[in-house]
C-alpha cells in the first residue's frame, strides 16, 4: 500500500523536530528531499494537476489557479477552486479537463485502486482524481454520487461552508479510515490536507498559529500511519508527504488592474478586455492585437519578477521568454503570464522569502510566483522500498510522484510523463551522490519604449530531466526614457 500525503503550502524547512517532531523522525529514518520543485505558477490547482499526472502545465492544461474560459463566463476567470466550472470549461472545449491519463486511470488500467480525499477546495480535491477512477472525498461533495450518499448516511451530511480547516482535515481522514479504506482496500492512498496553506496565508510563516497547525497535522500523520500499518504490516507500506508549492511572506502590494488602465491597455480595472487572474492576462477581443504591448507594458515594472508569452504568439513579441521556459504555453493558458517579484527578505520571524501580491487583501504570505522559496517543494519518502536515513540534493519534482509510485507498484511509467522514477530513494536505485547534477539558465532581455528587463530562467539537471529553480530579473530604465538620468 502506498500513502500519498500533501501537507498545502508546507517548506522544506519547516519540517523541523520541534515543530513536526513525528515527520522530521521519518524524514531522518527514510529519505528527505531538499532539492524539490513545485510546477509553475507556484499554486495548489496547477500542481494538483501535475501530482495526478505526472506532467506539467503545457500537458495537463490546467495552467493557473484561476482560468478564462469565455464559454462558462465571458466576463471574469472561473476559479479552479470549483469542481463544476472546471467540469463546465471542459466540456465547452468538448474536450477532457487534463489532457494526459491520470494516476488514477494508469492504476485503474492496471486492475490496482486508488481512493483520494481532500481538504482543501473542491476543485482542489477533484483534480486528484477528476475521471473518479475509485472514491474521491472532499468535505462538500464527495464522488460518485454514491460516495457523497454513503457519508451523508453515516455521518449525517458534508460539512457546511462555516467549517473550520481542522473539522475538513478530520472529516476526510475520518471518510477515508473508516469507509473507503476498509470497504476498497486500495493500493494507493491521496490525501490532500489544506494546511499550513490557509495558517500560513494569514498568519504569516513560522507563526504561532501556523506552527499549532503543522503540530496538528503531525499528531494526525502519526496516527494514521498507525492504522494504516495495522491493516497492511510495517514493511507493506510505503509513505510520500510532499507539498504542491512552497510559499513566501508577503513584502508589498501591487495594482496591475489599475497599471494597465491607467496606461490605456484596458478602459477598466475590472473590463474584460484583459482578463487578469493570479499570474494570467488573457487578451480578448480587440485588445489580442496589443500581445506586445501588454507584455512591454509588464516587463517595464519592478514589481513584476518575470513575463512569458505564450509561444504562438513570439513573432509578436520575438524578444520575450515563452512559456514553455517554464512548461507552460497550453493552448487554454494566457497570452501573457507573469510573476510577481520574488526576494530572499526574510519575515518577522527569520524565514526567508519574500514577494509582492496584488491588491491590499489580509495576506501575510502567500506562493505562485517564480521564486525560489514557492517553488521548492517538501518531499520525504519512507517505509517499504525506501532507502534509510538518507538526505537527497538530487533535484526532484511533484511530476516526479505518480511515476514513482507506478514503479513501486511494479508498473511501468509511460513515456509521456515529464517526471522520472525517483530511483535515488529507493532500495533499488544508485545512491544520491552517484547522479550528476548541474545548472543551467536561459536568458531573455525585453526592450521596451521605457525600460531594458534582463530576465533569467534558472535550471537544475538529474537524470535526463530539468526542473526550474527560480526566474530572477533586473529592470533598467531605458536611456531614452522620460525622466531617466544618464
Ligand atoms: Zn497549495
Do not use: K
Given at each position: 500500500?502506498?500513502?500519498?500525503?500533501?501537507?498545502?503550502?508546507?517548506?522544506?524547512?519547516?519540517?523541523?523536530?520541534?515543530?513536526?517532531?513525528?515527520?522530521?523522525?521519518?524524514?531522518?529514518?527514510?529519505?528527505f528531499c531538499r532539492a524539490g520543485h513545485a510546477a509553475f505558477p507556484s499554486a495548489t490547482r496547477i500542481n494538483a494537476a501535475s501530482l495526478s499526472t505526472g506532467c506539467y502545465p503545457c500537458a495537463h492544461g490546467i495552467v493557473d489557479n484561476e482560468m478564462y474560459a469565455p464559454a462558462v463566463d465571458a466576463q471574469k476567470a472561473i476559479s479552479c477552486a470549483d469542481w463544476r466550472a472546471l467540469e463546465g470549461m471542459a466540456r465547452s472545449e468538448e474536450a477532457r479537463l487534463l489532457g494526459v491519463p491520470t494516476l488514477g486511470e494508469l492504476l485503474q488500467r492496471a486492475g490496482r485502486r486508488m481512493v483520494a480525499g481532500g481538504s482543501g477546495s473542491p476543485g482542489t480535491t477533484y483534480l486528484i482524481n477528476p475521471t473518479v477512477t475509485g472514491p474521491v472525498v472532499n468535505w462538500a461533495v464527495a464522488w460518485p454520487q454514491a460516495a457523497?450518499?454513503?457519508?451523508?448516511?453515516?455521518?449525517?451530511?458534508?460539512?457546511?461552508?462555516?467549517?473550520?480547516?481542522?473539522?475538513?482535515?478530520?472529516?476526510?481522514?475520518?471518510?477515508?479510515?473508516?469507509?473507503f479504506i476498509p470497504t476498497q482496500r486500495p493500493d494507493v492512498i491521496v490525501l490532500w490536507l489544506t494546511e499550513p496553506d490557509h495558517s500560513q496565508h494569514y498568519h504569516g510563516l513560522a507563526s504561532p498559529e501556523a506552527l499549532a497547525m503543522l503540530r496538528e497535522?503531525?499528531?494526525?500523520?502519526?496516527?494514521?500511519?498507525?492504522?494504516?500499518?495495522?491493516?497492511?504490516?510495517?514493511?507493506?507500506?510505503t509513505c510520500i508527504l510532499l507539498s504542491d508549492h512552497g510559499f513566501e511572506s508577503v513584502a508589498g502590494h501591487a495594482d496591475p488592474d489599475r497599471e494597465l488602465a491607467e496606461a490605456g491597455l484596458k478602459r477598466a480595472p475590472d473590463s474584460?478586455?484583459?482578463?487578469?487572474?493570479?499570474?494570467?492576462?488573457?487578451?480578448?477581443?480587440?485588445?489580442?492585437?496589443?500581445?506586445?504591448?501588454?507584455?512591454?507594458?509588464?516587463?517595464?515594472?519592478?514589481?513584476?519578477?518575470?513575463?512569458?508569452?505564450?509561444?504562438?504568439?513570439?513573432?509578436?513579441?520575438?524578444?520575450?521568454?515563452?512559456?514553455?521556459?517554464?512548461?507552460?504555453?497550453?493552448?487554454?493558458?494566457?497570452?501573457?503570464?507573469?510573476?510577481?517579484?520574488?526576494?530572499a527578505q526574510p519575515n518577522g520571524e527569520g524565514v526567508p522569502g519574500s514577494v509582492v501580491i496584488s491588491g491590499e487583501g489580509s495576506l501575510v504570505a502567500t506562493h505562485g510566483s517564480a521564486g525560489r522559496y514557492a517553488l521548492n517543494n517538501a518531499l520525504i519518502a519512507w517505509g517499504r522500498g525506501v532507502k534509510k536515513g538518507i538526505i537527497s540534493d538530487v533535484p526532484c519534482g511533484i511530476v516526479d510522484v505518480a511515476p514513482t509510485v507506478l514503479h513501486l507498484l511494479g508498473l511501468e511509467p509511460p513515456a509521456h510523463m515529464a517526471g522520472r522514477v525517483l530511483h535515488e530513494l529507493l532500495d533499488d536505485g544508485p545512491p544520491p551522490e552517484a547522479l550528476a547534477v548541474t545548472t543551467s539558465a536561459r536568458e531573455a532581455i525585453?526592450?521596451?519604449?521605457?525600460?531594458?528587463?534582463?530576465?533569467?530562467?534558472?535550471?537544475?539537471?538529474?537524470?535526463?530531466?530539468?526542473?526550474?529553480?527560480?526566474?530572477?530579473?533586473?529592470?533598467?530604465?531605458?536611456?531614452?526614457a522620460k525622466g531617466s538620468s544618464t
Open positions: 500500500m502506498i500513502l500519498l500525503v500533501i501537507w498545502d503550502g508546507l517548506r522544506p524547512d519547516m519540517v523541523r523536530s520541534d515543530y513536526t517532531p513525528y515527520l522530521h523522525r521519518m524524514a531522518r529514518e527514510g529519505a457523497e450518499e454513503m457519508l451523508v448516511a453515516r455521518y449525517g451530511g458534508m460539512l457546511a461552508q462555516t467549517s473550520s480547516s481542522s473539522e475538513r482535515n478530520r472529516f476526510v481522514l475520518r471518510a477515508l479510515c473508516e469507509v497535522l503531525d499528531a494526525d500523520l502519526e496516527g494514521l500511519v498507525a492504522y494504516l500499518e495495522g491493516l497492511c504490516g510495517a514493511d507493506g507500506l474584460n478586455e484583459i482578463v487578469r487572474a493570479s499570474n494570467s492576462l488573457w487578451l480578448t477581443g480587440a485588445a489580442r492585437e496589443r500581445v506586445r504591448d501588454v507584455a512591454h507594458f509588464m516587463a517595464e515594472w519592478p514589481w513584476v519578477g518575470s513575463v512569458f508569452v505564450r509561444d504562438d504568439l513570439l513573432t509578436h513579441v520575438p524578444d520575450a521568454m515563452p512559456q514553455s521556459a517554464v512548461w507552460g504555453g497550453h493552448p487554454r493558458a494566457a497570452q501573457v503570464m507573469f510573476s510577481y517579484r520574488a526576494s525585453y526592450r521596451t519604449p521605457n525600460a531594458r528587463r534582463h530576465q533569467v530562467a534558472h535550471y537544475s539537471h538529474a537524470a535526463g530531466r530539468a526542473y526550474l529553480d527560480q526566474v530572477t530579473s533586473s529592470v533598467d530604465a531605458h536611456p531614452s
